[in-house]
């Protein structure tokens, strides 16, 4: 018998991966820092940034008037000739106009219709002004005529023919109010935007205007009872408040389907950049360069500010074009929603009939 000598297999000792494989997988598996991402999110405050300095230093920066309507008070030969000097002298920064008595000159001023009156007699002179129109119109309108006044050695006083509330003295709390309104209308809308995707359109609608209820109640509460910036008129200022805020509300869901984390950003710019710096709060359009004064014409910051003066301070001119613009704006915002709740649907149904089409693919080609 015939033996053979094999000699027995040996099988290599099992070994754990290769060093370049485990270098290979820790590099796998180690995040991305993702610095694209960031560069792009770090465009929000940069955006930010330019637009809010842009607005507010391009608004505020150097006013100066054009077209600021005053009038000379006197019906004499002599007065005519120094509205007409004083018309030639200013050019396009004043509109001069005369009137025959301080008793006219007066009302005019308490109808917003001139900026000021100068009355210029033998004695003394006077300027009559409205504080509550503007404050900063009322200083503007002095630093013109002081000088003539002293000029003629004559005693200069001024009339305030409708002053600022006892608790608002520089006239620039309802423009706070305003702020508060507006932080309030923007920032709403950008929770109720996460949650637009669990409800049907009307609730979104229902959302939408209790969140502005609440905010306008909130602000008039703080400025009426708390500060005494408010007094009277409270329940159509409410009203004025609740279209103003629903109307900024609306637009920022509407916005965010299509914008998303844009929206806050885009807000900022409609309703603090542009809204505030042409609203008249601080300056009035007479005294802003054009684009300010242009938007003033149809902003609904300018126009919910004007209304909330003429409730407070003017109370027998009307606000049915105010009231008419801020409820264009929250049409506007209605109709936004609507269109980006339909582009929305539309584009959730073409993605899942797309999906439904790549299953049945999936299947005969199986």
Request: hydrophobic share 50%; net charge neutral.
């Amino acid at each position: 018998m015939t033996s053979t000598n094999t000699k027995p297999s040996i099988a290599p000792p099992a070994s754990g991966p290769s060093k370049s494989a485990h270098k290979k997988s820790s590099l796998q598996q180690k995040p991305r820092l993702g610095w694209g991402k960031l560069c792009l999110t770090m465009l929000i405050p940069f955006f930010l940034v330019t637009v809010m300095g842009l607005a507010y230093l391009g608004a505020f920066h150097q006013p100066a008037p054009h077209n600021l309507e005053v009038a000379i008070v006197g019906d004499t030969a002599a007065t005519k000739v120094f509205a007409q000097s004083l018309k030639d002298e200013a050019g396009d920064s004043l509109s001069v106009r005369t009137i025959a008595t301080p008793d006219a000159a007066r009302a005019l001023v308490a109808d917003r219709e001139v900026a000021a009156a100068f009355s210029m007699e033998k004695s003394s002179a006077t300027l009559f002004i409205s504080s509550a129109a503007s404050e900063t119109n009322a200083g503007i309108t002095q630093k013109i005529f002081m000088p003539i006044a002293y000029a003629q050695h004559l005693p200069f006083q001024v009339e305030d023919v409708v002053p600022t509330g006892e608790h608002d003295n520089t006239g620039q709390g309802i423009f706070f109010l305003l702020v508060a309104l507006s932080i309030g209308g923007y920032a709403g809308s950008v929770p109720l935007s996460g949650f637009m995707g669990k409800v049907k359109l009307p609730t979104r609608f229902v959302m939408a205007a209790a969140s502005g209820a609440v905010v306008s109640t909130i602000a008039l509460v703080i400025s009426g009872p708390i500060y005494g910036v408010l007094t009277h008129s409270l329940a159509d200022i409410w009203l004025i408040s609740w279209l103003y805020t629903t109307a900024i509300t609306t637009i920022g869901m509407g916005l965010h389907p299509i914008l998303r984390h844009w929206t806050t950003a885009t807000l900022t710019l409609c309703f603090v950049a542009l809204n505030f710096t042409s609203s008249g709060g601080i300056f009035m359009p007479e005294v802003q360069p054009g684009l300010f004064a242009a938007l003033n014409a149809f902003w609904n910051g300018a126009a919910w500010l004007h209304a909330v003066q003429t409730l407070t301070y003017f109370p027998s001119e009307g606000i049915g074009l105010d009231i008419l613009k801020l409820a264009l704006w929250l049409i506007a915002g209605i109709a936004l929603m609507i269109l980006t709740h339909a582009w929305s649907d539309r584009k959730t149904r073409l993605a899942d009939e797309d999906a439904k089409i790549s299953e049945v693919e999936q299947t005969i080609a199986a």
